[in-house]
């Protein structure tokens, strides 16, 4: 909306040579590169999740509570990650109280914090390899291959082609170990850019009948006041 409504518009204004007053606006473009960029939010996720199975294999016969430690202890090196990369970015904020396992966003509609008290990188862990959902995919029973058929495309690129088969051993146990909940949605939200980029924007202008917003009440001088300065004529 803002690309189509601020940026395309002024720069159609500055071409025709129009004479207005430039509007600044704010957009969401700083926080969604603190999330999803290459060394963003997400992708440090992705690291602590690596670390993260590293860590549960190697206490695999431990017992739950260890287990929980280990979790509640993987989270907290996350947010410590967290600050050292991002302390001094305008959209990020550490918490003077409690910043061992929280941190605070600076999102579009306000601040928010977010407190990783053991479930944040075992939220993540795709816990279902690829090798099993290929295994469902190719299954004799059509609900079993329906319900597999989703995951199973989890695991494609952004362009919702195939990945390519791993060529060395680093890439197979990746593809083994399954794409994160993280990379899924990055890819995902990736592919609705990229879509919604390649459409042509319309817009609906709505006229309300009365402040009032009652049923069957049209407020003419209301209704005129709001057509004159929408441009209508």
């Not at 550490?94 to 075992?122: E, M």
């Not at 009948?209 to 209704?223: H, I, T, W, Y």
Request: glycine share 6%; with cysteine; hydrophobic share 30%.
């Amino acid at each position: 909306f803002n690309a189509y409504l601020f940026q395309q518009e002024q720069a159609l204004y500055e071409e025709e040579g129009v004479n207005w007053d430039y509007v600044e606006y704010r957009d969401n473009s700083g926080i969604l590169a603190l999330l999803q960029g290459k060394t963003g939010v997400l992708s440090l996720l992705d690291d602590a999740w690596g670390n993260y199975n590293s860590q549960n294999q190697n206490s695999s016969n431990s017992s739950s509570q260890n287990s929980t430690t280990i979790e509640e202890e993987i989270d907290g090196k996350f947010v410590t990650l967290l600050h050292q990369n991002f302390s001094s970015h305008p959209f990020y904020l550490r918490p003077k109280f409690a910043s061992d396992n929280q941190f605070i966003l600076k999102h579009y509609a306000g601040d928010v914090r977010y407190t990783c008290n053991g479930t944040w990188v075992s939220s993540n862990v795709e816990t279902i390899t690829n090798e099993l959902k290929s295994l469902g995919n190719q299954s004799s029973l059509q609900l079993v291959r329906e319900v597999f058929a989703h995951g199973l495309s989890s695991s494609s690129k952004g362009d919702g082609k195939p990945m390519a088969i791993a060529s060395n051993k680093k890439q197979q146990r990746s593809l083994i170990r399954g794409v994160s909940i993280g990379s899924q949605f990055k890819s995902s939200l990736n592919s609705l850019v990229q879509k919604l980029n390649q459409m042509e924007p319309h817009y609906v202008r709505c006229i309300k009948p009365n402040l009032a917003k009652l049923p069957q009440v049209m407020d003419c001088g209301e209704v005129l006041r709001q057509l004159k300065y929408s441009g209508m004529f």
